[in-house]
């Protein structure tokens, strides 16, 4: 919960504050010894680009916010997703440094990778606000979702869209 000097862009019409979480290397994980790792290249990147493509579809904006910048950390994949990204027509890369807090005040609704506090952050600004989960491993009744609704599916990503601009 930290604040910057980093101003919010100005932003088109319809557009939704993405925010994911990106994965390191595989040297780190492996250091970590974990069991089992949600926040892979695999899930980060069909988070992504899942957002973008459904986003085109119905002509929103999607303004992604990294948590911070990490450089050559992340890993080779997502970071060549990022690169794919940058040329899509719908896509606006948001300074890390930036507060979620000031974007997600500009931005018509909120997408989060599960569980990050953006999601939270959304609600409390009174603004549409979902976990989307691109691989369909969590249980919508996860307590960690502290009641914020978990998609899974494009389809399902594309319906809730379409209800959040009725509101």
């Known amino acids: 919960f930290s604040d910057s000097a980093v101003e919010a862009p100005r932003l088109p019409p319809r557009t939704i504050a993405v925010f994911d979480v990106q994965p390191t290397r595989d040297s780190f ?11 892979t290249p695999d ?11 459904v986003l085109k579809n119905i002509d ?8 911070r910048e990490i450089g050559n950390r992340a890993h080779p994949r997502y970071r060549l997703a990022l690169k794919s990204l940058g040329s899509s027509t719908n896509y606006i890369a948001i ?4 507060s979620s807090v000031p974007l997600i005040q500009k931005c018509d609704a909120v997408i ?3 569980f990050t506090s953006t999601a939270l952050f959304g609600r409390e600004a009174n603004k549409p606000s979902i976990y ?6 969590l249980q919508n009744d996860d307590p960690a979702a502290h009641g914020i609704t978990i998609i899974q599916e494009q389809k399902h990503l594309m319906e809730w869209l379409r209800m959040a601009f009725k509101a």
């Open 29 to 39: 994980y492996q250091s970590l010894a974990l069991d089992f790792d949600y926040y």
């Open 43 to 53: 899930i980060a990147n069909q988070f992504l680009l899942d957002i973008r493509d």
């Open 60 to 67: 929103c904006h999607m303004a992604h916010k990294r948590k």
């Open 95 to 98: 300074d890390p440094d930036l």
């Open 112 to 114: 989060s990778m599960p």
């Open 132 to 137: 989307y989960d691109p691989s369909g491993l």
